[in-house]
Each structure stands twice: as C-alpha cells, then as structure tokens.
C-alpha cells in the first residue's frame, strides 16, 4: 500500500526539522515550494498525504493543494499555516478539500498524530474505491454477457464500438474512460425488454408494425431506466440515454436538450456508433466519416472533426499491423481471443457474432449449444 508523504515548504530548514523527526515512522519526500511539489507529484507520484505549508511565494499553499487535487484526487490534503485565520480555514476546506488543518508551528507529536490519520483516511478512499470499481465492473461485465448470450448481434457490434472509445479515449488522452466504455458496452441493454419475437423480427429482417417500430426507437431510453438503478452507474446511464440524440435536438429521448447539453459522453459514443455502423469491406472509416458530415445537425462538429484526427493514424496502418487469422475447433478456445467470424450451428443460427472476445460466458454458451446442436467448425479468432 501507497504509505508515502510530500512535505512542502518554502524554508529548508523546516523541511530538514521534519525530515530528522519523521524519517524513523514515515516514508518521507519534500519540496521546497508549488512548482517543485507538482513536478514530484507527476515524476514520483501519487501519494498518500502531502502537507503543505500556507505562505508561499509564488504559489501559496491552497494553490499547491487545489492543483493536486486536479491530478491525484485521491491524495489526503492537509495545511501548515502561522496564521489561523477563519478567511483562510474556509478557503481551505472550500477550495482545497483539505483533511486536515494545523497550526505553524506544530508540535511533533501532532504532526505524527495527523499524518497517521491521513494514511488510515488515504487507505480507506482507495479501499473503498478499489471495491467499489471491483463490483462495478463485476455489474457491467455480468450485464454485458447476458446481453450477448441473448442478442449476440448487439452485443458483437457494441463490443467494436468499445473498442473505438478505447482508441479515441488513448488518442486524446482521457484522465478517465471507464464510463464511456461502459456505455459503449450496455448501449444496447435495453434489448433484454424485447419480447423474443421481436428480436427474432430484427433478427430476420421481417416488417415490423408501427408499434414495434416505436418499442425499438425507445430502445435508448428503456436501457437507461435499467441501469439507473444500479448505484454509481448514473453518468453511464446518461449517455446510454441519449446516444442517440441529435445534436440539433432530434431523436429520442423527445425532450428539449440539444447541442452542448447533450452529455459529451452521448456525443462521443453516436459518432463512434455509426462510425461502427458505417464502416464495412466496402466502406472504410474515411468513407464512413465523409458521409456523416453530410448529415447536417447529426453530430457535435468538434466531436466529429476529432473523429477524423482520431481515426486518420488508424487509416493509413500498413497492412502488416492487420490481425492474423487463425482457426481453432471449440476445445481449443480461450478466455480473451476475439472472434474474426461468426460462429453459427450447422443450420446457420447465429451463436455469436464476429468482433466477439471471448469471456467465459460466452464460451459456455458455445459449448452448451454445441452439446445440443453441433457448431460449425473450425472456429477462427484473431491473432
């Protein structure tokens, strides 16, 4: 466990007191003011607590910890200050977040007293966070493969949009992206309220009634009611909301957001849906993106342009960065492969779609139907 602590402060001879009376109980580094202290923060960061003192020059002590803040959330914030005033406590709570508040000078007993608390509360924040992202993602991964086990199709094409969040995500350097990839995976959760012979018409291209043709619009917002019961998956049930939504305001949900107050998740993740949609043998990504800008009012325009910066690296690939094709009979198998076909019985009913990685429950479900309808074999994966 992260047990680490920066003491900032403008006076060596202060930081050398601390050094030589914490050295022995805590794993200590320093800095002798704001820049230095950010620039340790991004080299040898994160860290557990780090204290700063209030009167600096150049950069104050709040400052330090604001901008802190920004970069390692996690990181417990407390203030050294020689003058306690209550302007200066409340900016502090207020501004910095910070757990503790301590006057200059301190007494050694207390500063230890302190920074203890601060690593007991940094271990709590991060054990807390580490479960909560366990179950989370225990929720999403169990939701995502009964989807698949119910309309593969869905499942396989929101698998190839995940996988375009993830580039568009690395390309631009997102702090954090596991709700947008979220979305990209439970996009089409709201399938799991379909009757089955509805999914069946889809599924065969059958003309559907105007009522069904309403059922599957809703489709977006049906899927987000799900998943807005399930806490902390708020911000994903937002974008699943209005994924579809027009930045001109047209589509579902029927309600007066448009342009800018369109969750930018939502804008992000209808580009990359139809980039996916779009893009086939026939039609590669730069034909894709050249007739979505034909759409007027469709797409966030900075969304889009960012799309073709995004995807103009991945265009031009050699083709010796293409995956490799190799064939497998079901035994052989694994967690992870990604499936580079269909895999389909022997009378052509789809089991699961190209694009597919393979998880366990998908391979369960491959093998349950293989017990009792023979699967066409070789299987072939990529790489």
Not at 19 to 40: I, M, P, S, V
Not at 158 to 178: A, C, L, M, N, P
Not at 307 to 315: G, I, M, Q, R, S
Request: aromatic share 6%; hydrophobic share 40%; proline share 5%.
């Amino acid at each position: 466990m992260n047990k680490r602590i920066l003491l900032v402060d403008d006076d060596p001879n202060v930081l050398s007191g601390f050094q030589r009376t914490l050295r022995n109980r805590f794993d200590l580094d320093t800095a002798t003011g704001g820049e230095e202290a950010l620039a340790k923060v991004e080299t040898a960061g994160p860290y557990a607590v780090v204290v700063a003192d209030m009167q600096m020059p150049g950069m104050s002590g709040l400052d330090v910890l604001v901008k802190i803040e920004n970069r390692a959330p996690d990181t417990i914030r407390m203030m050294l200050t020689g003058n306690a005033d209550q302007r200066t406590a409340v900016d502090a709570v207020n501004r910095g977040h910070v757990f503790r508040f301590l006057n200059k000078p301190c007494a050694a007993d207390v500063l230890i007293l302190n920074l203890e608390a601060g690593l007991k509360q940094y271990e709590l924040v991060t054990a807390e966070r580490d479960l909560l992202e366990r179950t989370l993602n225990g929720s999403i991964r169990l939701l995502t493969e009964v989807l698949a086990s119910l309309y593969p199709e869905a499942f396989g094409r929101s698998q190839k949009v995940r996988d375009y969040v993830r580039e568009y995500t690395q390309f631009f350097k997102f702090k954090q992206s596991w709700d947008l990839e979220a979305a990209a995976l439970l996009a089409p959760i709201g399938y799991l309220t379909m009757p089955a012979s509805l999914i069946e018409k889809t599924r065969s291209n059958q003309l559907l009634t105007p009522a069904e043709h309403d059922l599957l619009r809703r489709l977006p917002v049906i899927g987000a009611n799900l998943l807005a019961h399930i806490p902390r998956l708020e911000p994903v049930a937002a974008i699943v909301r209005y994924q579809r939504k027009h930045y001109d305001g047209r589509e579902v949900p029927a309600d007066n957001v448009a342009g800018e107050d369109i969750p930018i998740g939502a804008r992000i993740l209808k580009v990359l849906q139809d980039l996916a949609t779009l893009e086939s043998p026939t039609c590669n990504k730069s034909q894709a993106l050249a007739t979505m800008k034909e759409r007027t009012g469709a797409y966030d325009p900075r969304v889009l342009d960012s799309a073709f910066a995004c995807f103009d690296v991945y265009l031009h690939k050699s083709a010796t960065s293409q995956p490799i094709i190799r064939s497998h009979p079901l035994r052989d198998l694994s967690v992870g492969q990604v499936l580079a076909a269909n895999v389909e019985t022997l009378e052509g009913i789809l089991v699961v779609s190209a694009g597919t990685e393979l998880t366990s429950m998908v391979l369960q479900r491959l093998r349950n139907f293989a017990e009792l309808n023979p699967i066409r074999e070789p299987i072939y994966v990529q790489g």
